[in-house]
């Protein structure tokens, strides 16, 4: 076991590996009277092709929801309820990347933490089963299609990427969904669920040595090893501006710009850029700029108006949502303002204070067990220290956000999604 320090954080975490290859991270958090645990697979929406043995393996969309939702049956009976005999308040969700179980408590942490391991460690679906959570996940995905939130999400990522499995909604679609069963998720489960694809973290006044004794005696001993994973073919940017409109029960048409960026790979590299990224979006739009300030006063947004970065595997771009009685407006501008930064530079009062504001923001969110424990397992899976974000922080300069936005900010990369109240003409 290594105990790493930060002081200039004030955090502290140990981390060790099990000979099955789980990894295993306990955030030391002693003054609280809460704990959390959070034990991840690496295995998301995206994971829908991969190859064993020379074969490439396809399975339907939306498998790693199916599966997430199937995950809380155990052979003697439902999981959340022996969750509230223990005080423990558990839950699950599925992304892009990965699939999170976790559960808090302020009592019994020993026990919850165990009947966390045994639940994923324990794969339990019959057909019956499967074929009653159909219905479920079909009503879910139902009211996702309803939601004006997330079409206007999926709509965008289905004009940025021509092919990258982002462009299917993470719990699929009703019609892919029927293909899933039994068999198929125990397959996935096999493939992705062993101990050496997942990481177990732990936040609260645990004992770092218990935790680690608790993983080693619950879960099995396999070791897969590294998994093949298929995304398709690389996406080009630049192919041209690619626009999706909807007509949805809303007020106000509501909009998200998407501008396509070459991904990094895992790594420091990658988590440099996702601070690089978010940056280059409040340097361009963020509250604390005239331009920001310009547009609201002009009525063009509101303060639900924000723009940050978000990548996937293979994946990556910069975006700009809101509400407006004239979405195309906000876009224009956004090129616009870009043309500006371009010709007079970056303010450099300015950037100093929007550097300081998103450190200031990411030292805050380390008060949230729930955050934490994330960062810490997608840090993990990506091979970076998200506890370096300071010192990445303070290296990025203002010529580096410049030539992001240089890059990035351009028609020919980006992609328009707008869902508009039922009754208004649309433009072509």
């Not at 499967?130 to 999400?153: C, T």
């Not at 935790?211 to 005696?217: F, G, T």
């Not at 923001?361 to 974000?389: H, K, P, Q, W």
């Not at 010192?391 to 900010?409: C, G, H, P, R, W």
């Amino acid at each position: 076991m290594t105990k790493y320090e930060f002081p200039n954080l004030s955090e502290t975490y140990y981390e060790h590996v099990l000979e099955n290859g789980l990894r295993v991270r306990v955030i030391e958090k002693k003054d609280f009277a809460k704990y959390y645990a959070l034990l991840a697979t690496d295995y998301g929406s995206l994971d829908t092709a991969f190859w064993e043995k020379g074969h490439k393996i396809q399975t339907p969309d939306g498998v790693a929801h199916y599966l997430e939702h199937k995950m809380f049956d155990l052979p003697q009976g439902n999981a959340m309820q022996r969750f509230s005999q223990l005080g423990g308040s558990p839950n699950a969700f599925t992304s892009y990347n990965l699939t999170a179980y976790y559960v808090e408590c302020t009592q019994n942490p020993m026990e919850n933490l165990q009947l966390l391991l045994e639940m994923v460690g324990t794969p339990y679906f019959t057909e019956e089963s499967v074929e009653k959570e159909r219905g479920i996940i079909a009503q879910e995905i139902k009211m996702y299609e309803d939601s004006p939130d997330s079409k206007v999400y999926e709509n965008l990522f289905a004009a940025l990427y021509a092919t990258h499995p982002v462009r299917v909604p993470i719990a699929g679609t009703v019609q892919s969904i029927q293909a899933i069963t039994a068999d198929t998720l125990r397959q996935c489960y096999r493939t992705f669920y062993d101990p050496s694809n997942l990481a177990l973290c732990v936040a609260g006044n645990f004992d770092p040595e218990e935790v680690i004794a608790m993983a080693e005696k619950t879960l099995s001993q396999s070791h897969r090893g590294e998994i093949l994973r298929d995304y398709g073919p690389e996406e080009v940017m630049g192919k041209g501006l690619v626009r999706r409109e909807e007509q949805m029960e809303v007020s106000m048409p509501t909009f998200v710009f998407g501008f396509g960026c070459s991904p990094e790979s895992n790594g420091e590299k990658a988590l440099r850029m996702e601070l690089l990224g978010d940056l280059a979006a409040e340097v361009l739009a963020g509250e604390s700029t005239p331009f920001y300030t310009r547009l609201y006063e002009q009525g063009l947004i509101d303060c639900d108006f924000s723009g940050g970065f978000e990548s996937v595997r293979k994946a990556a771009f910069l975006s700009f949502s809101g509400d407006s009685k004239d979405p195309d407006g906000v876009f224009e501008s956004l090129l616009d303002e870009m043309t500006r930064i371009e010709r007079q530079g970056i303010d450099q009062a300015l950037f100093q204070r929007l550097k300081k504001s998103a450190l200031g923001r990411r030292m805050r969110s380390l008060d949230s067990f729930e955050n934490c424990c994330y960062r810490c397992v997608t840090s993990i899976f990506e091979g970076a220290e998200y506890y370096r974000f300071p010192e990445i922080y303070q290296s990025i300069t203002s010529d580096e956000v410049m030539a992001f936005l240089k890059e990035t900010l351009s028609p020919h990369r980006a992609a328009i999604s707008i869902i508009y109240p039922k009754g208004k003409e649309n433009r072509a």
